[in-house]
Antibody, heavy 114, light 110 residues
Framework: EVQLVESGGGLVQPGGSLRLSCAVS????????MNWVRQAPGKGLEWVSI????????YYGDSVKGRFTISRDNSKNRLYLKMNSLRGDDTAVYYC???????WGQGTMVTVSS | QSALTQPPSASGSPGQSVTISCTGT?????????VSWYQQHSGKAPKLMIY???KRPSGVPDRFSGSKSGNTASLTVSGLQAEDEADYYC??????????FGTGTKVTVL
């Protein structure tokens, strides 16, 4: 059974940092690119970032470029998102999503507030 | 990158059809055959319903169909059922390893 389980969300002050993690099982993790997608409360979906299967290439949406870093550890079947300089508009549920947007985790909530 | 434009809401009676539009530009929807559609029930993660404009993943009923013309993609749900009531989002590849989602449409089954 394919599973994507996010963790690491929580309450953080503006300007702070947080690292999200996604544990993946049920498929050959290293063979596929992975995405992060977020959804602010009551709002639509927003693509955040994608990383290649090898981890050599990564790309970001304009709103997070320079502040967020996506990475992966294929030996541990884990995907990460390091978020720095967090702002109020980063408050959202963050989803770990497979390459074709066909596999989604349950999401982890990040709240940026003082 | 601007979000793709969807109507905020759509509705239909059980058994009827509803069509949702997703309008972008020649740099995203119009430029690539990589439009997808997702269904999201309240409090749940999105579920892929259509990929590459008109392909259905295994397990998705054939009541769901997709198409594209120019810069506008469409999702049609035929034979509406109560369980189809949900939010629907489109997405498109936008070039240079970027993706963009639509603004979302709330479908109500009357």
């Amino acid at each position: 059974e394919v599973q994507l389980v996010e963790s690491g969300g929580g309450l953080v002050q503006p300007g702070g940092s947080l690292r999200l993690s996604c544990a993946v099982s049920g498929f050959t993790f290293s063979s596929y690119a992975m995405n992060w997608v977020r959804q602010a409360p009551g709002k639509g979906l927003e693509w955040v970032s994608i990383i290649s299967g090898s981890g050599d290439s990564a790309y970001y949406g304009d709103s997070v470029k320079g502040r967020f870093t996506i990475s992966r550890d294929n030996s541990k079947n884990r995907l990460y998102l390091k978020m720095n300089s967090l702002r109020g508009d980063d408050t959202a549920v963050y989803y770990c999503v497979g390459e074709g947007f066909d596999l989604w985790g349950q999401g982890t909530m990040v709240t940026v507030s003082s | 990158q601007s979000a793709l434009t969807q109507p905020p809401s759509a509705s239909g009676s059980p058994g009827q059809s509803v069509t949702i539009s997703c309008t972008g530009t020649s740099s995203d929807v119009g430029g690539y055959n990589y439009v997808s559609w997702y269904q999201q029930h309240s409090g749940k993660a999105p579920k892929l319903m259509i990929y590459e404009v008109s392909k259905r993943p295994s397990g998705v009923p054939d009541r769901f169909s997709g198409s594209k013309s120019g810069n506008t993609a469409s999702l049609t749900v035929s034979g509406l059922q109560a369980e189809d009531e949900a939010d629907y989002y489109c997405s498109s590849y936008a070039g240079s390893n970027n993706y963009v989602f639509g603004t979302g449409t709330k479908v109500t089954v009357l």
